[in-house]
Each structure stands twice: as structure tokens, then as C-alpha cells.
């Protein structure tokens, strides 16, 4: 019955906020604001671009896709182009959709202005192979022609951005985002040369948090989003600086999770104050 | 030690031996070797023997699965279920795949057009080409029957279209876009038929270049309508049902219920017995709290909550970054050590008793 009382607690707590779509406004995160500064500052000339990484899929999508939402927004905004991929097989879908949404997002808020396939971005689809792919990728000469074809089976050489890509020296930025264990360490470990090492950054669900702080500590990691909550803060960050963009259902979904996390602190002060009684009460029978 | 298992130990062992040398032998030897320059084409080669992991999966799947409904074993309909869904996804995701592949391959024709314009342009301005391709004359003649004949094909395509378009505001605008620019195209096409180029001069490559724009703007429109038709067809529309409808919710589904089990266990297993939990359930408070500072704010507790807001996160932010790493570093360490162990056995196949006829025996 107790046990049945708290999973109920713990839905209409997590409900109310999405079902009455309010909001309250997102807590400052150190982390999130070095991200969105390492963004900022990238530079991108011609024939260079930004990878980002979407190694997840359904499992952690309501923590990772807000993630990958804003970085691309900001990478978008930024007219940096980008190639998106994934380690991860089950992410194929969000490849498609993600961009396709941000690039749709834009158009309608900036009329006159247009983010296209092969023009903004180009999907380079899932990549096998794990650490060995990651180091042959590091060590191609030429991007375009290590990828070969997009996820539509048309050759990179066909769109003018992504023609000629180089080598890792053109990679100015390296987004990552994932839920899973041991993903992330494949590219901080061997996407790099010895005189070459792209900028990274990362997005990670609440539980990998722990382990991603090593690398931000070390600075082999530059910036880093933590759960949804540092999804929140960025796109606070975004709107800021481009007061047009939308980030209502963004602010919803942390509104319940800062109600869930309120709702877990009183079960653990309820916990202790009911084991402190029953123990009171054993010691005294 | 039967020869099966002798193979495998000895591909295990020179696979092993490849990686240690190219790691170890500097460029120059690797060059020399002829490793450098076969190296990509070798490690592709392992991936693909990774890769074929898939296929054994599912020829596993069907073996083991298919043999349970074949003799109606207990939980014979589960299997039956996993097949069907199989079979499904499999299909829709491949005939999803094919019809995007075409729509790719007709915008690509398209795209041609103005990557072509601009080719004569730039082989024209380079002398050492410039004698290396076709007259002037007979590309621009080439570069107009295709362009007419892809003119002709849209025309019919925006006009089958609008005959057939319901209300939807968003298609109508990529049709009416696509429109425009084919009557911009047509003009720029049927200037440069009836200039009758010879030579590129300042005045015709200014033609070309404008042919060049209008095109690309052609490619554009037709690229943004043919997207927007493939998001419409029917097994986009199933694979939608599919994938988003079904199986990404039944994902998210699962995941969640982590939640609810999160909060029974904050509840009933953290509580403060010893020093070393008590020290564990404050790091968690205070990291909870870091993460929703913003709360206090809004409590409207004057300074108290200002000056929670802003020290509460840097405390966060303490305890993630020295403590936690800490740990963490220590904990990686470890593993770290013991995977190098394992590599190392599985490398001299110690690990690998499942392949050895010993052990089957």
C-alpha cells in the first residue's frame, strides 16, 4: 500500500505540470553556460563544420532530444553547418526528424530565411564499428569521401557544403549526445590527432552525469548539458539572445521534473522521520 | 583441439597482432609495410565481421523463435508476436528507405541543372580545362534539352498536383514557390536558347550566371516540395505509426517507470543509520537542490532565497567536480586495469573456452 501510495505521488506530481502546461523558470547551470559560450565562439570558414553525435533513441528521447533540439538550434542560428550521426542503431529516426523540425522551427520564425538539406546540414545516418570506426574517421584525409553517402544514398560530393570536407582539422566542434555507458568515451579517447583535437561538447542523461564530470574537470570535455534541466538553462540562454525562440514545451517538462525532484526530497524526509518512529517504537516495545 | 577452434585462436591472435603493430610501429615503417596505406580498407574489413553480428542476430532470432511456434512450446504466441513485428518493421523501414532514395535521386537530376551552369562557367575561366571538355556551344545546347526536358516534367508535376491539392496551406505555399521558380527558370533557359552561345564573354557569362541563380532556386523549391511529398506516402506515414506511435513511446514507457522506482527507493532505503549515510543523503540533497535553485526564487524568501540561489549550485558544483570526480577516476581506474586484463586473455583466447570442443565434451 505504501509502496502503491508514492508511485501515485510520484505520477500526479510529474502530470500536473505537463497536463496543465505551466511553467516556472529554470535554475542557472554553470555547465550549460560554458556550452552555450563554447558554441558561441566557434568559428566555422569554409569546408568546416560541426559533428554532432545522436546516439540515442527512444529509452532516454524526453531527456536527449531537448538536448540535441537546442544545440542544433544554436548551431542552425549560427549558420555553422553540421553532419549529424549516430553510433547508436535505434537512433535513426531522431537523425531524420531533429534537424528537419529546428530547420522548419527557423523558416517559420525567419520568413526570407531558409535552413536546408545538404545547404545546413546533411545526415550522415548510423556509423558501425564503435572505437575502430572512430579512428578511422579521425585519421581520413577526407571526410566526404570516408562518409561516402548520406542516409538517402546520395554521394556527399553532391551537395556543395559537404563536398570537400578534409580532414579532422575541419571538424571546429564535436556536439555529442547520448544516455548510453561507454558511447562518449569512443570520441573523447580517439577523435583526435597528436597536434589535432576538435572542440567537445556533450549532453548526457541526469544519471551519466557522474561520470561525464571527470572529463569536464580534465577539460578533455568543454561543455556539457546535464538532463533536461541544463536543456532548460540553455534554451533559457538561447532565448535571451534571440528573444523570438520557442522554448515553452522545453520549460514544461523541467517544471515536472523540479516538482518530481521537490517530491523526492520530502519522500526521503518522510522516510527517515517514519524509520526514525518505528525504530523509536521497536526500542521501546 | 579440434581445427575449428585452432582457426579461430589463430585469426584472434594475428587480428590482436595487427593493431599492437600499428600501434606501435612509427608511420614511417607502416608506410614502408604498406600497412599505412591498407589500413582503412583493413579495419572497414573488421568492421564489416562486426557488422555481420546483425545478421547472426537475426538468424538467431528466427531459429530460435521459429522453432518455438513451428512445435507450439510454451510462449509459442510471444515468439509469434516478435516475428510478425519483425517482419513488419522490416519491410515498411525498407520500403520507406527505397522511396526516399528515389525522391533523393529525382532532386538530385534537378540540382544538376545549376551545378552544370556553373561548371561551364568555371572550366571556361580555366585555361587548362577549358580545352579538355566539349565546346561551349554543345554543352550550353546539352544544358538546355535537359533543362527543358526537367522543365516539362515539373510543369506536369505542379499541375497534376494542383488539380489534386487539398487545403493544406503549408504544401500549397512549396507548390506556388516551386511554381515561381520554373517561370523564372523557363525564362532564363529560353534567354540563353535563343542568345545562341558560342563564347563566353562578360555578357553571356553574366547570362549563365544569372541561368546559374535561377536554377539553384529551382533546386531549392523542387527539393523542399519532394521532402515535404516523401513525409506523406503511405509507408512514411506507416513507419511514423511505427516508430514514433509505437515503439518509441513503448521505449519511453519503460524508462519511465525508473521514476516511480527512484521514489519508492527515496523513500524506503535512504535513511540515515551511520555517518557514511548521512554524509551520502546530503551530497544527494544538496545536489537535488543545485539542480532546482531556481525554486527558491520564486519562494520569494528575500535574501535567505537570493542567497540560496547562488550558493547552492556552487556547491553542486563543488561536490561534482572534486569528490564525485574523485571517485570516479578511481572507479574508471580500476576497470580500466581489468579490461586490459580480459583483452589481454581474450587475445591469447584463455577467455574464449565457449569455442573449445573441451568444453562441449
Known amino acids: 500500500m505504501e509502496r502503491r501510495l508514492i508511485y501515485l505521488i510520484m505520477i500526479v506530481a510529474v502530470a500536473i505540470p505537463i497536463l496543465f502546461e505551466f511553467s516556472w523558470a529554470p535554475s542557472r547551470l554553470v555547465s550549460a553556460e560554458r556550452m552555450y559560450q563554447v558554441i558561441e565562439d566557434v568559428r566555422a570558414g569554409e569546408g568546416e563544420i560541426a559533428l554532432v553525435w545522436l546516439d540515442f533513441g527512444p529509452g532516454t528521447i524526453a531527456e536527449n532530444q531537448p538536448q540535441a533540439e537546442v544545440i542544433l538550434e544554436h548551431l542552425f542560428r549560427r549558420r555553422i553547418p553540421v553532419v549529424v550521426l549516430s553510433q547508436y542503431q535505434l537512433a535513426e529516426a531522431v537523425l531524420n526528424s531533429i534537424p528537419a523540425d529546428i530547420a522548419s522551427r527557423l523558416e517559420h520564425e525567419m520568413p526570407g530565411q531558409s535552413w536546408r538539406y545538404g545547404e545546413a546540414w546533411i545526415n550522415a545516418g548510423y556509423q558501425p564499428g564503435g572505437a575502430q570506426m572512430m579512428q578511422n574517421l579521425a585519421a581520413a584525409e577526407n571526410l566526404s569521401k570516408y562518409f561516402g553517402r548520406d542516409v538517402n544514398g546520395m554521394p556527399f560530393t553532391h551537395y556543395p557544403t559537404f563536398a570537400a570536407l578534409g580532414g579532422i582539422e575541419k571538424v571546429k566542434l564535436v556536439a555529442e549526445v547520448t544516455g548510453l555507458v561507454g558511447v562518449f568515451d569512443t570520441i573523447i579517447q580517439f577523435f583526435q590527432k597528436s597536434d589535432y583535437r576538435p572542440t567537445l561538447v556533450h549532453g548526457c542523461t541526469s544519471i551519466t552525469i557522474p561520470e561525464a564530470y571527470i572529463f569536464l574537470d580534465s577539460k578533455q570535455l568543454h561543455g556539457l548539458l546535464e538532463g533536461i534541466a541544463g536543456a532548460a538553462w540553455y534554451s533559457e540562454l538561447l532565448k535571451r539572445n534571440h528573444p523570438e525562440s520557442q522554448n515553452d514545451r522545453l520549460l514544461v517538462r523541467n517544471t515536472a521534473l523540479i516538482i518530481s525532484h521537490l517530491v523526492l526530497m520530502m519522500l526521503i524526509v518522510a522516510g527517515n522521520i517514519v524509520g526514525f518512529v518505528r525504530a523509536r517504537r521497536s526500542s521501546d516495545g | ?361
Open chain 2, 1 to 361: 583441439m579440434d581445427p575449428r577452434t585452432k582457426l579461430i585462436r589463430i585469426v584472434t591472435l594475428l587480428g590482436g597482432v595487427y593493431f599492437l603493430v600499428y600501434f606501435l610501429l612509427p608511420k614511417s615503417v607502416l608506410l614502408q609495410l604498406g600497412i599505412q596505406q591498407n589500413h582503412e580498407s583493413i579495419s572497414n574489413g573488421f568492421i564489416v565481421v562486426g557488422a555481420m553480428a546483425i545478421g547472426l542476430g537475426l538468424i538467431n532470432l528466427l531459429v530460435g523463435h521459429g522453432a518455438k511456434i513451428v512445435f507450439k512450446r510454451a510462449g509459442w504466441s510471444n515468439s509469434a508476436a516478435l516475428l510478425i513485428a519483425l517482419a513488419v518493421m522490416f519491410f515498411v523501414t525498407c520500403a520507406q528507405w527505397v522511396g526516399s532514395l528515389q525522391s533523393s535521386y529525382d532532386i538530385r537530376e534537378v540540382q544538376l541543372i545549376g551545378e552544370f551552369a556553373s561548371r561551364i562557367v568555371s572550366d571556361d575561366q580555366d585555361a587548362s580545362r577549358r580545352d579538355t571538355v566539349p565546346s561551349v556551344s554543345q554543352r550550353i545546347g546539352a544544358l538546355v534539352g535537359y533543362g527543358q526536358s526537367k522543365a516539362a516534367f515539373m510543369r506536369q508535376m505542379v499541375e497534376s498536383q494542383d488539380a489534386s491539392l487539398d487545403s493544406q496551406e503549408s504544401r500549397r505555399a512549396l507548390l506556388d514557390e516551386l511554381r515561381i521558380a520554373l517561370n523564372e527558370f523557363q525564362v532564363g533557359l529560353d534567354g540563353l536558347e535563343s542568345s545562341r552561345v558560342a563564347s563566353l564573354g562578360e555578357g553571356n557569362r553574366a547570362v549563365m550566371e544569372d541561368l546559374v541563380a535561377r536554377a539553384t532556386r529551382l533546386g531549392g523549391a523542387y527539393s523542399a516540395l519532394r521532402q515535404s511529398d516523401q513525409t506523406l506516402t503511405l509507408f512514411s506515414r506507416l513507419y511514423g505509426v511505427l516508430y514514433d506511435g509505437l515503439f518509441v513511446q513503448l521505449g519511453a514507457a519503460m524508462f519511465s517507470l525508473l521514476g516511480v522506482y527512484i521514489a519508492a527507493a527515496a523513500y524506503r532505503a535512504f535513511r540515515v543509520k551511520t555517518v557514511e549515510s548521512a554524509l551520502m543523503m546530503s551530497a544527494a540533497v544538496i545536489v537535488m537542490l543545485g539542480q532546482i535553485s531556481a525554486v527558491f526564487l520564486m519562494l520569494h524568501l528575500g535574501s535567505f532565497g537570493e542567497e540560496a540561489y547562488r550558493f547552492l549550485p556552487k556547491v553542486r558544483q563543488w561536490l561534482l567536480e572534486v569528490p564525485n570526480s574523485a571517485a570516479f577516476r578511481a572507479i574508471r581506474l580500476g576497470a580500466g586495469v581489468a579490461g586490459l586484463m580480459l583483452a589481454i586473455r581474450m587475445w591469447l583466447s584463455i577467455e574464449s573456452k565457449s569455442f573449445s570442443s573441451d568444453k562441449r565434451g
